[in-house]
């Protein structure tokens, strides 16, 4: 696209002064639209959580509100989500703004052009069924005195039976008195007291259980989830109760495979299962210990001859037990994948998540779970016949993820593709520490066109799984053009640079969770940065170890570099393109460390849509040229771009791209070709854009 430029020599009547010192900002708004940026109150931390005990757990849940939860209702839009045009409300919150995130609003469709794209770098704005029949059937005997104590083993892989072409009669269930290792999942939604069923998973430290991740996919930190094994109305809690540990943000240790979260309720029914850790009831021993497990079998097919169905009904006294044989349930109504299905009577709402048991033993009351009620349709439409996600690798890599300790993926917070398409910058940067222990992933913030600001807390494999409003709606960051983010104070948690439409150059030092604490001006009002049509940072300065440095391309195309960017200012600039150079067609600009090498590069989309990295960036200029996609109508659909590191590896080396119509993806491990395309924020229905644009 270009030729290699010298950097050596500056414009004669170049933009900026080259030891341009900075003020704080301590004038009024009549004097610069950046006044305000800084809200009056920023948002409050978060409360630190208290650990959730067994006793804080047996002082909650009394035999009185056991007996009133409910099973846990599922959505009427279970199977047909309703379209959603609004920023939702943060992650699991009980009430309709949260203290940390704000007032939510919602854009109407109405709001964005029906064609052309955001330019970029512009200020523009389950049914119940019959009753379990009343039969009682033997009642299995406890567990043997030592349960057993080793990790559950992976079982033989078997060849998947052809589908069944129609439903087997549903045997008949009776209730009886329960197992040990079978109970109820307690939790909290909206101040309701509800239930869902689960049952203790062997494991090498022997606090695992499993449940259906329909149940546990909203869970909020203050949902107070317990486990109670052998539950019934006569006996709440003859083996204690235990509590789900929770994290330090006080949210709790599920584990559930993010496919699950990402892509919802039918299209993730495949992964519809969920692990929770689980700490020691009130006398000190983990719940393996005091009541035995299941082993986990996975790899073992669909097809099992004598299967017992265990599930806590509705409002009954006591669960239900069943046995009868699995088939292979292939669904016709979209739903991908395949599912074990079976027929037992009565297990309507609140069984979700009951095991079902193959090689079970009578004497011990013990088997192998080769299922459990979830799947599709979150486990069925009828309470008649049941259905199970198939217990294959994807089971076993999130029980292996689970017993390893490591923090378990989040609900990822990014808004709808139609909301996305209103964010009009976007910024990478290392804000706020990752959920991981010992690693920490980039940030994302967004100013959306009401000029809103809003930070997204990067969870890794291109996850963000918190959100946390910075500016509220209708504030003056409607009027940042540009933004972008380095660590130019040098204190190892990264700033703000903005440029604003009245031609100023503002720096917020050591933006966090806690918000926008201060506010530096570069340069004041009404300069020639008014030309500035972008602004990019990272180590561009050869001699430099942080990403202090200030790459701007302006409107005439020139590009110059401002190396060691801090609080004190603008102290020098090289050239690196002359004025009315081909640089008038670069339409977006990010920088990341594509080589891997600790000297960042560009990576340029122009005009015509073809995207090239330029490497190892300096004082001494570009040198070469990497083709990265050659010119193509699609990409000229690219409208916002950044980089960070949102994968799993040690660069920032992760191009992600706005689309026209709201798609948010990512290219992982982008180096000298575009790294495989992860989609973060899915189309929206109506795009005639291809939804994988690789």
């Known amino acids: 696209m270009i030729a290699a430029v010298s950097g050596a020599a500056l414009l004669a009547g170049a933009f900026l002064w080259p030891n341009a010192s900075a003020v704080t900002a301590e004038f009024t708004e009549d004097q610069s639209i950046s ?84 330019p970029t770098d512009s200020p523009t704005g389950g049914a119940s069924s019959s009753p379990p029949p009343a039969a009682a059937s033997t009642t299995p005997s406890a567990p043997a005195s030592t349960p057993p104590a080793s990790a559950s083993p992976s079982g033989s892989p078997s060849p998947s039976p052809t589908p069944s ?56 930190p203050n949902d107070a989830m317990a486990f109670v094994p052998q539950w019934t109305a006569a006996k709440p809690q003859p083996y204690g109760i235990f509590p789900v ?212 807390r990067g969870a890794g494999n291109g996850r963000f799984d918190k959100e946390i409003q910075l500016a509220k709606s209708g504030s003056v960051w409607s009027k940042a053009v540009s933004i972008t983010a380095g660590d130019f104070v040098g204190a190892n948690t990264y700033d703000l640079v903005v440029r604003w439409a009245d031609g100023s150059l503002s720096l ?6 806690t918000g926008l604490h201060k506010q530096i001006v570069l340069v004041k009002p009404g300069s020639l940065w008014q030309h500035a049509a972008s602004i990019t940072a990272g180590r561009f300065s050869s001699t430099d170890k942080w990403p202090d440095d200030l790459i701007v391309r302006w409107s005439d195309g020139e590009l110059t570099l401002y190396p060691d960017v801090d609080g004190k200012g603008l102290h020098s600039q090289v050239q690196l393109a002359k004025p009315h150079s081909v640089w008038t067609h670069a339409s977006s600009v990010a920088a990341g460390d594509f080589a891997g090498n600790n000297t960042w590069d560009l990576m340029v989309r122009w005009s015509d849509g073809e995207l090239d990295a330029y490497p190892d960036v300096d004082e001494h200029g570009i ?13 000229t659909n690219a409208t916002l771009t950044t980089s960070g590191n949102y994968g799993t590896g040690p660069w920032n080396d992760d191009y992600v791209v706005r689309w026209s119509d709201g798609e948010l993806s990512m290219y992982g491990n982008t180096g000298k070709a575009l790294g495989q395309e992860s989609v973060l924020v899915t189309p929206s229905a109506n795009t005639n854009l291809p939804p994988v644009r690789r």
């Not at 035999?63 to 009133?68: G, K, L, P, S, V």
């Not at 007291?193 to 869970?219: E, K, M, Q, R, W």
């Not at 917020?508 to 969770?513: E, G, I, K, R, T």
């Open 508 to 513: 917020f030092p050591d933006v966090d969770a």
């Open 165 to 220: 072409a129609s439903t087997p009669p549903p045997s008949p269930s009776q209730p009886f008195a329960g197992l040990p290792m079978v109970g109820r999942m307690y939790l909290l939604r909206n101040g309701g007291s509800y239930f869902c069923t689960a049952s203790v998973i062997n494991s090498p430290h022997h606090n695992i259980i499993l449940t259906a991740g329909h149940c546990l996919d909203t869970a909020a």
């Open 245 to 456: 540990n929770q994290d330090s943000e006080g949210r709790g240790r599920v584990w559930i495979d993010p496919r699950y979260y990402d892509r919802g309720r039918v299209q993730g029914d495949q992964w519809d299962v969920a692990f929770a850790e689980v700490g020691p009831g009130t006398n000190g021993k983990q719940v393996q210990d005091v009541v035995g497990g299941n082993n986990l079998a996975t790899g073992r097919g669909y097809a099992f001859g004598n299967v017992t169905l265990v599930g806590y009904p509705g409002d009954a006294s006591q669960p239900l037990t069943c046995t009868s044989s699995t088939t292979q349930f292939t669904p016709t109504d979209g739903t991908p994948g395949s599912f074990l299905r079976i027929g037992c009577q009565g297990y309507k709402t609140g069984t979700s998540g009951g095991p079902f048991l193959a090689d079970f033993n009578p004497q011990t009351g013990t088997g192998d779970v080769v299922g459990s009620i979830g799947g599709w349709d979150t486990g069925g439409p009828t309470a008649d016949v049941s259905y199970s996600a198939n217990y294959g690798t994807d089971i076993q890599n999130l029980y292996n993820t689970a017993v390893s300790g490591a923090a378990p993926a989040r609900p990822n917070v990014l808004p709808s593709a139609s909301t996305m398409a209103h964010a009009s910058v976007i910024a990478s940067g290392y804000f706020t520490p990752s959920p991981t222990p010992g690693k920490d992933y980039s940030d994302m913030i967004v100013r959306w066109s009401d000029g809103e600001l809003t930070l997204y």
């Open 623 to 635: 040198k070469t040229e990497v083709r990265e996609r050659n010119a193509s109508p699609l990409w």
């Open 35 to 118: 006044a305000q940026a800084i809200p009056d109150e920023a948002p409050p931390a978060l409360p630190e959580s208290r650990r959730w005990t067994a006793k804080d757990a047996k002082s909650f849940w009394t035999a009185a509100r056991m007996a009133d939860a409910k099973p846990l209702p599922l959505p009427d839009n279970a199977k047909k989500p309703v379209p959603h045009t609004g920023r939702p409300a943060p992650h699991g919150a009980a009430k309709a703004a949260s203290p940390v995130h704000g007032a939510v609003h919602e854009f109407s469709t109405m709001d964005l052009p029906s064609s052309s794209p955001i």
